[in-house]
């Protein structure tokens, strides 16, 4: 059995290692330190999110029928054969036990799967900023096009020798526009900014992300493997148990019986 556990840890080891490694090349070789592709990480990624929380689930449900066949075990030997109760109760322990190790592992899974998500909700902060960078540049365009406008009008008033309030009115226009262009470049240079040192802080968060969800996760599936397969053990052995008790008041009440007669 102990042989068989090592089997399990060590395969379970090489995937996690597997995976990690694979996650983390995978990301430092396809994401420039400029740029963070927009159609592939978000629904890739959330397709494992969806995907793990679908084995949370299944998992749980899991856990929940086993302990649940446990319980309707032990009340069927109560009513039916009650002389066998703490027997069979005994022999079906470990599978609770087998149920709670799958409880945990479910909260692992779940832990992984946070990890995961916490990218997905990051990106979409970076996704936010590009949106209102890209606004702000095309403001600044919008801006630099009513500044040429706002020029041209005052030009051809001054050329027309126009004078008081259409002059005035033409030179305010002006430099409403160059204050209004300036304040857009300023804002398309903060968001800039802003989004650069977003993206940087993102691809270091996302490797750091992946790399804690899947280590941890292996380490659960590699202990939740080890402990299923002593109790797994535990089960054949209570059993065997169980049926050399039993056998053996069977027998006695044939004995007895006999002996009555």
Do not use: W
């Amino acid at each position: 059995m102990m042989n068989y556990v090592n089997y399990i840890s060590s395969i379970t080891s090489n995937i996690a290692s597997n995976i990690t490694n694979n996650i983390a090349s995978s990301i430092t070789s396809t994401i420039p330190s400029n740029i963070i592709p927009k159609e592939k990480v978000q629904p890739e990624l959330q397709q494992v999110v969806d995907g793990m929380n679908s084995v949370c689930e299944s998992r749980a449900v899991r856990a929940k029928a086993q302990q649940s066949l446990v319980d309707d075990t032990i009340q069927l030997i109560k009513s039916e054969t009650p002389r066998f109760e703490k027997t069979i109760a005994f022999s079906l322990d470990a599978f609770g036990k087998i149920a709670e190790v799958e409880k945990e592992l479910s909260e692992s899974e779940k832990r992984c799967k946070d990890d995961f998500n916490d990218i997905i909700e990051r990106y979409k902060v970076i996704r936010r900023i590009e949106i209102q960078q890209s606004e702000a540049v095309a403001a600044v365009e919008a801006a630099k096009t009513k500044l040429k406008e706002a020029i041209i009008l005052y030009e051809n008033e001054s050329t027309n020798r126009s004078f008081g309030t259409r002059l005035k009115n033409a030179e305010d226009a002006v430099q409403k526009a160059k204050v209004a262009r300036n304040n857009a470049i300023n804002q398309a240079k903060i968001l800039t900014i802003q989004l650069i040192e977003e993206k940087k802080k993102f691809s270091h968060f996302k490797l750091n992300r992946f790399r804690h969800g899947c280590k941890t996760y292996a380490s659960a599936v590699v202990e939740a493997a080890k402990k299923e397969a002593e109790l797994y053990k535990q089960v054949a052995n209570n059993f065997s148990e169980a049926r050399k008790q039993i056998d053996s008041i069977c027998q006695q009440n044939i004995i007895d019986a006999s002996s009555v007669v």
